[in-house]
């Protein structure tokens, strides 16, 4: 049976609080926008190794989960969960780059397997599975996204270093503070979206996104072109407000459960 509509969720900052505990109300809202035939799924920046916990603790059924910012699609198939579409881009250019200005910096790159390579513990990443490398290893081979975190930069210092490099060969965001994501160029939560929703046959004005972010502004555009809305947190910085169509409340109140109760 064809959804009624898609609603894509990011996670950090929409769904959960910085201690990874659930924003209040959201797991009975998302439940209730599930009894009306609507497909509840994830759309986030987190790799799908540090997304899976999530879906599980909301009891989500959905059959597709975005991850990495768009760049790698999950699919469950009897029950098993298989990577469905996967974004790939040589990084080489974009390291050499970002490692001639930011040489003091951690990175990490994701395979299109999903393995991670990194170059130093980094405290907001789950590297378990992971594989501590050179940073002349990092570029040897295809990777679905780089990720550079550097405390001793805030984020005006990432804006200049990206502006300086020019970084137009690939699509990035600059999230959490002192982090940058980079992404194939052209992908995006929003470009992995209408894959699925083509897919599931749901019509582009049946669709509501809900993220806050600089990495949600794909899936914003996205949703709006088709006539869909865009929800953004209240605690979203202005350019992200800005794009989105609708304006919740702040994660620690309950703005994503307030969003999702006007489907019902």
């Not at 998302?30 to 799924?41: C, H, K, S």
């Not at 298989?82 to 490692?99: I, K, M, N, S």
């Not at 405390?151 to 503070?177: C, M």
């Amino acid at each position: 049976m064809t959804a009624q509509g898609l609603v894509g969720l990011d996670i950090d900052g929409t769904i959960i609080l910085q201690d990874e505990s659930l924003s209040p109300g959201v797991l009975e809202a998302i439940a209730e926008v599930r009894e009306t035939g609507r497909e509840v799924m994830l759309a986030t920046g987190r790799s799908w190794t540090g997304t899976r916990h999530i879906e599980q603790m909301l009891g989500l059924t959905a059959e597709f989960a975005v991850c990495s910012n768009g760049a790698v699609t999950m699919r469950r198939v009897d029950g098993e969960w298989q990577r469905w579409h996967v974004e790939v881009f040589d990084p080489a250019t974009v390291l050499g780059l970002l490692g001639a200005r930011l040489p003091e910096a951690n990175y990490m790159v994701e395979l299109g397997s999903g393995q991670r390579l990194y170059t130093a513990q980094m405290d907001d990443w789950t590297l378990d599975g992971g594989r501590q490398v050179s940073f002349e290893e990092l570029g040897a081979q295809p990777v679905s996204r780089i990720v550079v975190v550097s405390p001793q930069h805030d984020e005006a210092d990432f804006e200049r270093v990206v502006a300086e490099a020019g970084l137009n060969e690939v699509s990035y965001a600059i999230g959490w503070t002192a982090w940058l994501d980079i992404a194939p160029q052209g992908v995006d939560k929003g470009t992995a979206l209408e894959r699925v929703r083509a897919h599931l046959d749901v019509p582009r004005d049946r669709v509501l996104v809900a993220g806050d972010g600089r990495n949600d502004l794909g899936m914003f555009e996205w949703a709006l072109s088709g006539g869909g809305r865009a929800v953004a947190m209240g605690q979203a910085v202005d350019e992200v407000q800005a794009a989105a169509g609708e304006l919740t409340g702040v994660v620690e109140d309950g703005g994503l459960a307030t969003a999702l109760r006007t489907l019902l």
